[in-house]
Every structure is written in C-alpha cells, then in structure tokens.
C-alpha cells in the first residue's frame, strides 16, 4: 500500500492558537469575581512567516490558504495517519460534530471576507528612487508578498476606534514585549486593538500571546525601514477599519485610562475630521537640525504618536516615496517629513494628554542624564519613585527592563503615591532643573511621611474617583490568644458582632509571642487573598467597640479623602479603625493634618481621618482593601521569620512610603483596654482620641 503524501514539515500546516483570551479571562486577572463580566470569547488571530492564521474561539484554523483538509494532518506519522483516516475517522460519532464546525467556521470567514474593503496594492518605485531601495526592489516585492498573504479579513471580531502598533523585535518578545502585553496592552483591550510589529518571525515568536504581525525586513536599528512598513501595513489593511492608529516603541508605557479618554475625545465628529498628528512635538538634537530637512516643521517624536483616517489615507500611496526620499536614518523625523509634505500638519501636542520622555534617572536624591549607546538608543534606569508628571502620561518613554513594566503598572493601576526625597544640589546640573521641576509638581497620599522622613513638604493627592457602592464588610476576623482572658473576650465580642449582623472568623493564636502573632496575620491574609475578598475588617479580640461603631464608621466611609480608595477596584489601602493614643507631640501632627484637610476640601468630613506616623502604634483593628493584601504579605513574608520580628503595626509605614492610602478613623472607633497617662494633658489627647464613649454597640 502507498503511504500518503503528508509530513509534520508540510508547508500546509500552520498551527494557530486561540491568541484570544475571552473577556472573563481578561478581567478576572485585574478585577474582583463578582465583578468581572463574563463574554462571549473573541477570534484570535497572528500574522506568522507563513501568513495570518486565524483561530476562533478555541476552534482554531490549522490551515493556511488554499490548502486541503487532508493536507494538514500533520501531528500523527504518515502511515498511521492514513489508517486512521481509512478504517476510524469516518465511523468515529464526533466525525459530523467537527464537519460541522469547520463549515461554520467556513461560513464566517467567507462572510467576513465579503464585508471588508480589499487592500491597496504598494506602488512601484519611481526610477530616482530605485538605487536608494536597490536592484529588483526588494521591498516592494516583500510589501506585494505581504498583501497577497494577509488580507483585512483577518480581522478581530470586535472592531474599535483605535489601533495601536507596538514596534519590536523577535529578541525582546520574551522580556518587554511579554512585560509590555501582560501589563497595559491587556488594559487597552476593552477599547483598542493592540498588535505587535516585528521585522522578521523566528523561533523567538512561538507561543507569545499577542498578536503579531511580520513585515519581512530586517530588525535592525535604527528601524527606519520598519516604522515605515508598519504604516504601509496600517494603509493597506486597516485604513477603513479603524479611526486613529497609533506607533508606539515597545520601551514605552502607555496608561490606559489616560489613552481611553485621549481615544473618545478624538474621535468626537468635531475632531476626528479634520487632519490629527499627535504626540511630543520635536525640532531634532542642535547638532542634526540642519541636516534633518525639516525646514522648521515639529515631528512627533518616535515613543509614541496617533493619526487619525485623514492623515492615514493622505501620506498612505507615498510612503514608500518617503522613504525613498530620506535624508537621514531616523524613523520619526521622515515620518514628520512625509506627514507635513502630504497633509501640511505638523505634530501637536493636546493638553492634558502629555507623551512625555524622561531624560534624567534617579538613585536615592542624586539625579544623573541619561547616556546614548550604540545608533543613538537612550540607556536609562527607571527611577522606583515616579512623580506625578510620570503618573499623569499618556505615553512615557523609556522603560527598559521588564521589571520596570511590572512595578510602574501596580503603581498605575494601583494609584500609588510614593513619598519623595528632595533633589541634592550636587546632582548634574540640567537633571537636577528637570527633576526639580517635576517634583515640585508631584503629590503624595501620605503628607506627614513626607514631611518626617524629607522634611520637604508637598500636597496631598485628591482622593480617586468612588467605583463601587460605600458598604460595610459583613465579615470581622479576630484575632484571639488562646488564654482564658483571651477566649473570653472572643465569646463577649464575637456575640456583640453577631447580634448586629457581622459573620465573625476567629483565628486563635498558639502562642502569645510576635512572631507567632505576624504568622498568623500572615494565615488570616492568604486566605484573603486567595478568596479574592474585596474588603475585610480585621480586629483584636480583646477591644471594645464604639457606642455609635455601625453609624460612625458609615459616616467615615462616606468621607472621599477617608475612604474612597477603599471602594475602587484594583488601588487598595488601609482605614484603621483603632490605634493607641498618640504621645502629645504625635498629636499635634494629626491634629495639623485634620486642620489642613479642612481648609483644602472646606468641609469637615475630611477632618474624620488622618495619615499615619512614624510613631503610630496599635494594629488592633483596621479595615483592608484587597488591593494592599499582596504588598501586606510580602512584609509578613519578609519580617514574620526574624529573630526579632518588628511589631505589626510598622507595616503602614511601608505601605505609605510606597504610596498606599493608610488613614486612620479620628475618633477611633475601636479600643484597646484603658489607656495609661502620665499627666493631665496625656489625659485630655485620650478623651479627645476616645471621645469618651467606650462601651458595646
């Protein structure tokens, strides 16, 4: 018998994957459960060296083009493939079940095809152009491959306003580009569609889970050749698809808040209309002015830019023209040229929505300039205590590490706030003036850290936006020693709780020691964790509740500078509900910040909560949002094992200085036994801290 034709190596085989998490997916890794809603799941699709291979769902196509279904049976050997075929899958009762699928799948796809505008076929090259492309035009004959293997069809099945292109290369998928998908391209997917352009496809791109689109031209630097291929590729697939279309570099962070609100205000009918290059405007470095060809005329500089349709359908048919007619090798400088030459716009920036660049890195209080290595790329290491100008950008511009990535992303998403040290006058002069600059502008969440750690003074941030309805934890977890003291303060409190409709979850300490005490907090916030709760209220057995503890905490609650971060999905914080009473001095600073708080807000519920200080003491009770349990843990994780393990309480300092919201109810609402004075003024701070109401609710 002839063995069939086919082998594991058949260029028929293209094996896709369902590049498509669905939307549940998608949000169950940044919001709470019950909160996430659950979609539908969208088509996957990747551009590979051996064309667009398009999956849908989890039925992913296993063929490329014009090739037969018994052409890709590719994983089973020859021979036994073909007796399979023969003698079992005819009769196997899935058989009708997967016919049926792949003629849907069919189905959609020639549907799709039929709706879509067919792409533009590249332009020849003029003959004046011909000795700067070369003999033969190997870029026009890579572009013409490049339209006959993809076609617009190959589309999301969701099509939004705006498309971003992060330009990379195979080497740096695995490190920034996976940094870069799994952090904000994985926020922009709600509304933009994200694709990853790379010069030429290799290994290095199997089982990266973006999109990935291969536009056959070498990865070098600088990547001139690729930025204007990318834009040839938008032209010729995405231009009646999408509004705005946007490059990005692949060491950029983009916020996708601020990009989501930048996208619906330009693609209001007033706007979107009219021709729109948008970015940092830029004239070139002194030395290059000249020889740049601009004539004057601003460019956006390479981080990042947006164009809308207008601009797209103008520059698209003399792209490759431009970059014919190049008389430097930047990318973003041509890119201006051809913009200004076709459509008479210059780049322009749109305020509030900065693209900003960082020139100057940060170590402690000591600023250095960034240096320039090898054709000009920028080497800078991203400073760990970013300023309000880094927060506050659309697009910023450079991170080099993937590490990077991830921290900024948790201090973006989570709205962190660092304290901030001043700029030593013995920093390099232009980095110091910009540093300067950009902290004066900065706030912080935590003012009286601030003040004490730097003694230089900056404004406390406004509260974030309120997303979830204020509402009481229905769960108290205890903290309890396992003495007869212990267990009975357990019984007396928990029946309190209970009686006014709290679940109550005891944790009984197995010795009374701190580092058991840090380990058992360290069990009580796992749990959290791993139950995704998105908010919890936890408190030491032996404590006494306010008179008034349910309408006094909902009144905190209802203060935005108090408690709005506690009601927001992903920024986390911390309200305590108890702490001990301050020494006079300490006093005197959140008595200070109450009265600041009042005069900035005018109005006296912002007076209901203070920031934490140095010297605060007391962990008894405290309400915590979800968003702090992992930062919580790794203190726990790193303390709880020492031989002297730091008391519980010193992590809201390091929740603070790190930019967490950490305030405290004034008065407290929970107390721990009578407190001790030693003079009649320490007296008079604990009525006032008391408000000398201590009994049950």
């Keep these: 018998m002839r063995k069939p034709p086919w082998r594991a ?16 997916e998608l949000d169950s890794r940044h919001r709470i459960p019950d909160q996430a809603a659950v979609k539908p799941p969208q088509r996957g699709w990747s551009a590979t060296h051996h064309g667009l291979s398009v999956g849908h769902g989890h039925f992913p196509s296993i063929r490329k083009r014009g090739c037969h279904l018994s052409e890709c049976v590719c994983e089973l050997p020859g021979y036994a493939a073909y007796t399979m075929i023969k003698k079992k899958l005819f009769r196997h009762p899935l058989f009708f079940v997967i016919t049926a699928l792949a003629v849907l799948e069919l189905v959609v796809q020639v549907r799709n095809k039929s709706t879509v505008m067919p792409t533009s076929e590249p332009l020849a090259p003029s003959p004046e152009r011909k000795s700067v492309l070369g003999a033969g035009s190997q870029l026009q004959q890579a572009l013409q491959s490049r339209a006959r293997q993809d076609t617009s069809a190959d589309l999301p099945a969701k099509q939004t306003d705006l498309i971003v292109g992060v330009l990379t290369d195979p080497n740096s998928l695995r490190t920034v580009g996976m940094a870069v998908y799994t952090t904000w391209a994985r926020e922009c997917e709600s509304f933009a569609t994200v694709v990853f352009f790379i010069g030429s496809c290799s290994s290095e791109v199997e089982g990266f889970p973006g999109k990935i689109i291969c536009l056959d031209t070498p990865d070098t630097y600088p990547p001139q050749r690729k930025v204007f291929l990318m834009w040839k590729y938008y032209y010729d697939h995405f231009l009646h698809v999408h509004k705005l279309f946007m490059k990005v570099d692949h060491d950029s962070y983009v916020s996708a808040p601020s990009l989501r609100q930048l996208a619906h205000f330009l693609a209001e009918p007033k706007r979107i209309e009219a021709p729109i290059y948008l970015g940092l405007p830029a004239s070139g470095r002194k030395e290059e002015q000249k020889a740049l060809g601009l004539d004057g005329q601003l460019y956006c500089s390479g981080l990042g830019y947006i164009i809308n349709t207008n601009v797209l359908a103008s520059i698209g048919p003399h792209l490759l023209t431009c970059l014919g007619d190049s008389v430097s090798n930047h990318s973003d400088t041509e890119m201006g040229r051809c913009v200004f030459a076709h459509t008479d716009t210059e780049c322009r920036r749109e305020s509030p929505f900065e693209f900003r660049q960082i020139y100057y890195q940060q170590e402690g209080n000591m600023v250095f300039p960034m240096k320039l290595i090898r054709g000009g790329q920028m080497k800078l290491k991203f400073m760990h205590m970013p300023k309000a100008v880094h927060f506050d950008s659309v697009v910023l511009h450079p991170l080099k590490r993937a590490e990077d990535f991830y921290r900024f992303h948790k201090q973006v998403m989570s709205r962190l706030r660092p304290v901030q ?31 004490e750690l730097y003694q230089y003074p900056l404004d406390e941030c406004e509260p974030s936006d309120r997303q979830l309805p204020a509402s009481i934890p229905s769960v108290v977890h205890i903290i309890a020693r396992d003495t007869f003291d212990g267990r009975r303060s357990l019984d007396s409190l928990t029946s309190t709780l209970t009686e006014n409709g709290f679940d109550v979850h005891p944790a009984i300490l197995a010795a009374d020691t701190p580092k058991e005490y840090l380990s058992t907090m360290y069990g009580v916030f796992r749990n959290l964790s791993l139950a995704s709760v998105r908010s919890a209220i936890i408190m030491e057995a032996e404590t006494e509740l306010h008179c008034e503890f349910r309408s006094q905490l909902q009144a905190v609650l209802a203060a935005p500078r108090c408690a709005n971060h506690l009601f927001t999905f992903q920024e986390g914080g911390v309200l305590l509900l108890g702490a001990d009473v301050p020494a006079p001095d300490q006093f005197a600073l959140v008595e200070q910040d109450r009265a600041d708080a009042f005069q900035v807000y005018e109005n006296v519920n912002a007076s209901l909560c203070f920031n934490a200080y140095s010297n605060l003491t007391g962990s008894f009770a405290g309400l915590y949002h979800r968003g702090s349990y992992g930062e919580i843990l790794a203190w726990l994780h790193l303390n709880m094992h020492s031989d002297s393990p730091p008391p519980f309480a010193e992590v809201f300092h390091t929740l603070s200085d790190k930019g967490y919201v950490v305030r405290g109810a004034y008065p407290t609402l929970v107390f721990r036994g009578k407190p001790e004075t030693t003079s009649a003024k320490q007296s008079a701070i604990a009525m006032q801290w008391q408000d000398r109401r201590r009994c049950s609710v």
């Design 9 to 24: 190596s058949h260029p028929c085989c293209v094996h896709a994957s369902p590049l498509h998490a669905s939307a549940a």
């Design 421 to 451: 040290p001043p700029i030593s006058r013995e920093s390099f002069d232009v980095s110091y003036r910009q540093a300067t600059n950009d902290l004066k502008t900065t706030c912080v969440h935590n003012t009286i850290r601030q003040s």
